[in-house]
């Protein structure tokens, strides 16, 4: 059966994986747990889970380095199957720390790498403008985002890197689409996905993607 379906998927291209993102109510409850919350007066704490997927190369660690002010490195060793950080920040007056779990992309790495997806509440999916497989692929990735993160459909933010390269491969067009179609499929599940084009080198856009996502998990989830 698996075989079949990923013959499927490779003929078609990008597909949505909208067998994968069953909910059950159980599910639901559970994701009203999903921020760790304390009140103190006015002030609002959370503490918010997030994995950055995608290919190998596509600039995961970079867009990480750049968010946590590690500043740019041209080049560097592949995550050993996922580099861990934390980060505190304040979004509109609420105290948020991430977790930032930096998913490794190569392929001889998916074995051990569905563990780090459990109990993140949102995902950003990166792919390199300039390498159109890296865009085919992020299908693929929230399949395995949905499959093993223990809530379903969560969030995510399509980041679309090396913005400031030539060459690119991907249209606007063809991005928006993408996120179109997968905010159709989700939007029963309550959930809506976002997309920016990022640049790891000149850190365009990547404290306003942590923003977005952040922002929004506080939102749904107190409203919950």
């Known amino acids: 059966m698996q075989k079949k379906q990923k013959e499927s998927e490779t003929k ?11 909910k ?15 009140t103190d007066k006015e002030k609002k704490s959370f503490m918010i889970k997030l994995v950055l997927i995608g290919d190998g190369a596509v600039g995961k660690t970079s867009i990480r380095r750049k968010y ?21 920040t304040t979004i509109d007056g609420d105290s ?17 790498r569905s563990r780090f997806y459990r109990g993140c509440f949102g995902a950003l ?23 093993n ?9 399509i980041l679309g890197n090396k913005s400031d390269l030539p060459n690119q491969e991907v249209s606007e067009e063809e ?8 905010n159709k499929k989700t939007k029963e599940k309550g959930v ?4 920016l084009k990022t640049s790891a080198k000149t850190g365009v856009n990547i404290d306003k993607a942590f923003a977005i996502i952040g922002n929004y998990i506080v939102k749904k989830f107190e409203d919950e």
Do not use: C
């Open 96 to 112: 948020i720390k991430f977790q930032i779990w930096d998913i490794a992309g190569q392929e001889f790495f998916k074995r051990v």
């Open 125 to 147: 999916a990166i792919f390199d403008l300039t390498r159109r497989e890296t865009f085919t692929n992020l299908s693929t990735w929230l399949e395995e985002l949905y499959q």
């Open 68 to 88: 946590l002010g590690e500043g740019f490195v041209k080049e560097h060793l592949a995550t050993l199957g996922a580099d861990f950080a934390v980060k505190e």
């Open 24 to 38: 059950s109510s159980k599910e639901v409850n559970k994701r009203k747990n999903m921020v760790e919350k304390k």
């Open 175 to 182: 991005i928006a689409k993408f996120v179109d179609d997968l």
């Open 12 to 22: 078609k291209g990008i597909t949505l994986f909208q067998e994968n993102m069953p």
């Open 192 to 195: 809506e996905n976002f997309f």
């Open 149 to 157: 993160n223990g809530r379903g459909v969560i969030p995510v933010i």
